[in-house]
Antibody, heavy 120, light 108 residues
Framework: QVQLVQSGAEVKNPGASVKVSCKVS????????IHWVRQAPGKGLEWMGG????????VYAQKFQGRVTMTEDTSTDTAYMELSSLRSEDTAIYYC?????????????WGQGTLLSVSS | DIVMTQSPPTLSVSPGERATLSCRAS??????LAWYQQRPGQAPRLLIY???TRATGIPARFSGSGSGTDFTLTISGLQSEDFAVYYC??????????FGGGTKVEIK
């Protein structure tokens, strides 16, 4: 059974960066395609980026290009999402989520979410 | 980008009744559509993929249909744990993966 366990809540000032971790167990990172989805308070789901099986590379939503970096440490089966130049609109719950590695048919494993608050 | 539009925004249904949720894509997504359920305070959960295939462990009262631009999620015999927000997501042409705005199913 796949489990995704994320790091704890963060409070950041505008302009700062945040790095959220996502520890995978039950599978290895190389068996999954990791994606990051965020949800602002009271709002819907917004995809930030993740691994594209056909492109065989990580792809990002244009909105976050240049501001987000997603990495993976296969030695510890931990994925990371770093978001820089934070602003108040980045206040949200950030979810690590995973789908099948070879083809995308939905995101069937989710972390518990990490609350990021950006405020001066 | 493919825009996903869900309707209605809120659906009031009595326990035991049927709920029918709609999702429309701005262009054809073939059958590359997923549905998610999100209960209050919880992470989303995959219900349906490829428009009509139930994910592992999902009860048979959840069913999906449609292809191209119009899709439906039907929940038969609503139970208390089914009152939640439901999202559709296309994965036909990405990046970006795009979600609909959600439909909240509430108790009537």
């Amino acid at each position: 059974q796949v489990q995704l366990v994320q790091s704890g809540a963060e409070v950041k000032n505008p302009g700062a960066s945040v790095k959220v971790s996502c520890k995978v167990s039950g599978y290895t990172l190389t068996e999954l395609s990791i994606h990051w989805v965020r949800q602002a308070p009271g709002k819907g789901l917004e995809w930030m980026g993740g691994f594209h099986p056909e492109h065989a590379e990580r792809v990002y939503a244009q909105k976050f290009q240049g501001r987000v970096t997603m990495t993976e440490d296969t030695s510890t089966d931990t994925a990371y999402m770093e978001l820089s130049s934070l602003r108040s609109e980045d206040t949200a719950i950030y979810y690590c989520t995973a789908g099948r590695f070879l083809d995308f048919v939905g995101l069937n494993h989710w972390g518990q979410g990490t609350l990021l608050s950006v405020s001066s | 980008d493919i825009v996903m539009t869900q309707s209605p925004p809120t659906l009031s249904v009595s326990p035991g009744e049927r709920a029918t949720l709609s999702c429309r894509a701005s262009q054809s997504v073939s059958s590359n559509l997923a549905w998610y359920q999100q209960r209050p305070g919880q992470a989303p959960r995959l219900l349906i993929y490829d428009a009509s295939t139930r994910a592992t462990g999902i009860p048979a009262r959840f069913s999906g249909s449609g292809s191209g631009t119009d899709f439906t999620l039907t929940i038969s015999g609503l139970q208390s744990e089914d009152f939640a927000v439901y999202y559709c997501q296309q994965y036909h042409n990405w990046p970006p993966l795009t979600f609909g705005g959600g439909t909240k199913v509430e108790i009537k």
